[in-house]
């Protein structure tokens, strides 16, 4: 097998891995192949394949819809998000999310999510990489929502903690909201969509912080963590 240029750079500079060194390889969709370095050339380093694997998908499967959020944020969500296991992450805009895209802009966000969430799976030994995607409109959001199994919005004045409302299923999908939070239309909108307003408790959390404590609740229920 021969890596890619960014891969041979990254194990032979970044790791000093040198020939004879295990080396583990992942198509990011559950292929895994276990490897032995032979040639540490950083433009194409070549690895022996001494073994594959095929890991499932865990499941239930967790997705979170992120609001966009200023500066940064929200790469710091997805790179969290896809650490601890999540299977996919959509951000999307909304009325209180300063947010506007272009087409190029939304070509370059796209790019930009999924090498962060490849580096993730990296980071966390993950055989699947969480899935990414241009931004999505809000209508788009709830045409999504639409297709759900279990779609949970969190909103600070839902009457129903999260723990009521999660079911057991083959797939959750989680909305978070932007800074600020959604307005009372846009809960209404949510819950026609046929998700439900759920409530993380009496403390209000910032939106890139909200993401990961629900999402990493809902892996703890399933059993997909702790």
């Known amino acids: 097998m021969r890596l890619d240029p960014a891969e041979s750079a990254h ?3 970044a790791l000093r891995l040198r020939p ?3 080396v583990v390889v992942t198509d990011g969709v559950g292929r895994v192949a276990e490897c032995t370095l ?3 050339d950083p433009r194409g380093a070549c690895a022996a394949v001494e073994r594959v694997r095929t890991v499932p998908r865990p499941r239930p499967e967790v997705v979170v819809f992120q609001a966009a959020a200023k500066g940064r ?8 998000l896809a650490e601890v296991g999540v299977a996919r992450i959509g ?15 939304a070509r370059a966000l796209e790019a930009r999510w999924a ?4 580096s993730a799976a990296k980071q966390s030994r993950s055989a699947h990489v969480a899935a990414t995607g241009p931004p999505l409109s809000w209508d788009e959001l709830l045409r999504a929502l639409e297709r759900e199994q279990c779609a949970l919005a969190l ?15 083959e797939r959750v999908a989680l909305v978070v909201g932007p800074e600020g939070g959604f307005d009372d239309d846009e809960a209404d909108a949510l819950e026609r969509a046929g998700a439900r307003l759920a409530s993380l408790g009496d403390r209000i959390l910032r939106t890139e912080n909200a993401a990961l404590v629900a999402a990493s609740a809902l892996l ?7």
Not at 155 to 169: I, P
């Open 11 to 13: 194990a032979t500079r």
């Open 20 to 22: 004879g060194a295990p």
């Open 38 to 40: 032979e040639a540490a």
């Open 73 to 80: 944020k929200v790469d710091d969500v997805v790179q969290r």
């Open 91 to 105: 951000v999307f805009g909304s009325r209180r999310a300063v947010a506007a895209w272009d087409r190029a802009k």
């Open 115 to 118: 090498a962060i969430a490849r």
């Open 155 to 169: 909103w600070e004045r839902a009457s129903k903690g999260l723990r009521a409302l999660v079911e057991d299923v």
């Open 220 to 226: 703890w229920h399933f059993g997909r963590v702790g």
